[in-house]
């Protein structure tokens, strides 16, 4: 059961960060790409409503690298009309703490050290994020910024 409460925590997380990178990207639609990851889960749901391979579609769409947030965000809505998670009010139920301008800038500036391969900068600014309650999580698509609970 703490594996289930787990995973749907994980995949809360997930859609609501995905739900902030799409208000912040303005991320396009890519008909093609959209039609691919939903004919997969279709197949899979009309083959006696094999919902762990379902679940197991959704996650495998949210880590492909070629969708825009939108794409995944808009995908994930749709197949959660099957699971019924209601995905689409996570936002509203889990409110994200605002990261303030300051911790968004400082991010900004660790991003460019690290492009700049001055990585004792980069490593000093994520400290200075976690001194003030935050800490950035680097990910194959960019960084997560989280409050330190």
Known sequence: MEAAKS???????RINNLS???????????DI??????????NVINDDLNMPEAMAVMWDMLRDGKLSSAEKLNLA???????????????EETTV????????LLAGQRSEAKKNKNFK????IRDRIREKG?????????SEIKKII
Do not use: C
């Open 134 to 142: 935050f800490e950035i999580l680097d990910k194959k698509d960019g």
């Open 7 to 13: 995973g749907y925590k994980n995949l809360k997380n």
């Open 121 to 124: 900068l980069a490593d000093e």
């Open 77 to 91: 809505f749709d197949f959660d009309r099957i699971f019924g998670l209601e995905l689409d009010v996570i936002k």
């Open 33 to 42: 790409s959209v039609s691919e990851w939903r004919n997969k889960f279709l």
């Open 20 to 30: 902030l990178k799409d208000q912040l990207n303005g991320d396009t639609i890519d």
């Open 97 to 104: 703490t605002e990261i303030p301008d300051e911790i968004n």
